[in-house]
Structure formats: C-alpha cells, structure tokens
C-alpha cells in the first residue's frame, strides 16, 4: 500500500521540478470575487476553487481542457472528502502544516519561497495546503478499507480448502535495484546513463558482487529488495522480471530517477499461506495498485453522490 509521502510525491512530480527550476511566470492578481458552479454533496465548489486547481495543473504542465480538468478534480476530492468525514478521519492543520513544510525542503526551499512560488503560479499556499489535507484523508480512507477486506492467512487457507482447492504456490524473488541517478535538470544525459547501465547490466552474475562491479560509478545506487511473491511484483516491472532468468538482470529502463534494471537473484517456488492469502485476495476483487483501487472507489462514490451544476 502506497503511504501518503509516495502518493503526494508520484502526484506532484512536475511541480517539485517546477518548483525547483526557473522562475514560475508571475499571474495577475487573484480576485476573491466568485460564484458557485457545483454542489456536492451539500458542498459548495467555487470558480474561484476551480481557478486555483486549473493554475495548480499548469504548473504541473497539464495539457487539454485544463478548466474542465480542474472542475472534475474538485468534483473528485469533494466527494473522498465527504467520505473520509463519514469514515472519521481527521487531518489536523498541524499534520498538513508538518507535510507543506517537508514538501518545501524537498525542493530546497523554505516555506515562505515556496508560499510565494505558490502564490506567484495561482495557485496559493491555502489551495495547495487543501490539497495536501485531502491527500492524505484519501490514503487514510484507502489504507482502511483495504485492510478491513483482508482475510487472515490462515482463514484464507481453510477457505480454500473448503471450496476443494489447493493451496497455491507463486515464484519467490530476491531482487536487486541498480538506479543511475539522472537529476530532472540534467535529463540530457540519459544516453550516457543508459550505456553506463547497459555495461554493468551486461557484467551481472549474481547479486553478491553488484555493488562491487558499481564502485567508482558515480550517482549509482544497488538497493536489495528481498523477498518480493510474483503477486507482488510492481506492476511496471513484473513482466519484465518473469521474462528475466536468475543470474541474470532485465533491460534497461529510463525512469523517473533515472535509468535503471532489476537483478534476479533467485526465484523459486514456494507454496505457504502467505501464497494462498494473496490468491484469495486477488479472486475475491482484492487485488490490483492502489491507483486502480482509488479510481474505482472514486467513481463508486461519485454515482452515489449528490452533484449538482449550477
């Protein structure tokens, strides 16, 4: 399940490099003045709510109709909202306070030039600090409701059983992560990063000399991911890792830290009822990222709720 940190990161990619780049192209001054264009749930959302979200995408380099982009994205976070409010779920200011200011460290700044960078785009401090408190209320609502449809090991073992199956078995991984870093202002470099990984992707035996191969590479990290079930395998990756033998490591591939590959150290079979929890899950609707998971969701709560266009 992805924390709040991987989610606010993966969601506001281009903004960070905005953020950390060039001047942001000052907007004119925003005017409070604004009207009512939907209801949601008892929920107003405003034009003045929409602009910020239409500037916020800007500076995210959105492409298309970015007004009505913006106008679905509101829809979207009023309707998780109501539903993080019916579930109990509190973000204190103090909380999104805590998660504006790492945000803004992040990216080599203090609060306030992220506050003005903010301001200067359109978007301002107060609209992203929403947003910020709507991400993490959403996570919360995702992280209960996976965990209150989960099933024991051991009670997915006996209904399998039960149903005249057998326990299952899946291929255990041990993996390895080789990243060469390529900073988002130096990605003309990717070319000489991807011949720099393709030879030592080429040199690859085992996992046990990896870092040796690595020494004296500069920006190069080798992360041991360790015990990773097929069903388990990061959606981007998994195919690429099941075409891949042990000993050896799969293609290389830009990324956004980089370019990198994924050493196979092992595999093997394995059948416990860790295997049998994660088959059960999948059959019963339980599997699948946890973006397939909110879009479902999102759509569920949006055909329940009250929407009205002004």
Not at 20 to 26: E, I, R, Y
Not at 31 to 60: C, G, M, W
Request: glycine residues 6%; contains cysteine.
């Amino acid at each position: 399940m992805k924390t709040f940190g991987s989610v606010l990161r993966s969601t506001t990619l281009a903004l960070s490099l905005a953020l950390a780049g060039a001047a942001v192209p000052l907007m004119a001054p925003v005017a409070h003045a604004s009207e009512i264009k939907y209801i949601v749930n008892n929920q107003p959302i405003t034009s003045y709510d929409i602009q910020r979200r239409a500037a916020f995408l800007r500076l995210q380099n959105r492409r298309g109709n970015v007004q009505t982009a913006a106008a679905e994205e509101m829809i979207d976070q009023a309707v998780r909202m109501a539903e993080a409010k019916r579930m109990r779920i509190n973000i204190s200011d103090d909380m999104v306070a805590g998660a504006y200011e790492r945000f803004a460290k992040s990216n080599n700044m203090s609060a306030k030039q992220m506050d003005q960078i903010l301001n200067q785009a359109g978007v301002t401090k107060a609209h992203f600090r929403e947003y910020i408190r709507a991400q993490m209320a959403w996570s919360q609502v995702l992280q209960q409701r996976s965990q209150a449809g989960r099933v024991s090991e051991q009670d997915a073992v006996q209904r399998m059983l039960q149903q005249g199956g057998n326990k299952p078995s899946a291929t255990e991984y041990m993996l390895q992560q080789v990243i060469f870093v390529v900073p988002a202002k130096e990605r003309g470099k990717l070319g000489v990063r991807k011949r720099e990984a393709e030879a030592l992707r080429q040199r690859f035996q085992n996992c046990a000399t990896t870092r040796e191969f690595a020494k004296g590479l500069i920006d190069v990290t080798v992360r041991d991911l360790g015990r990773i079930l097929e069903p388990q395998l990061p959606p981007d990756w998994a195919e690429h890792i099941k075409q891949t033998k042990p000993g050896q490591a799969t293609r290389v591939r830009e990324t956004e830290r980089g370019v990198e590959f994924i050493g196979v150290c092992s595999a093997r079979e394995v059948s416990d009822d860790s295997v049998a929890q994660m088959v059960f899950q999948s059959e019963k609707g339980g599997g699948g990222s946890q973006d397939d998971q909110s879009k479902k969701l999102t759509e569920e709560l949006r055909a329940k709720a009250q929407i009205v266009r002004r």
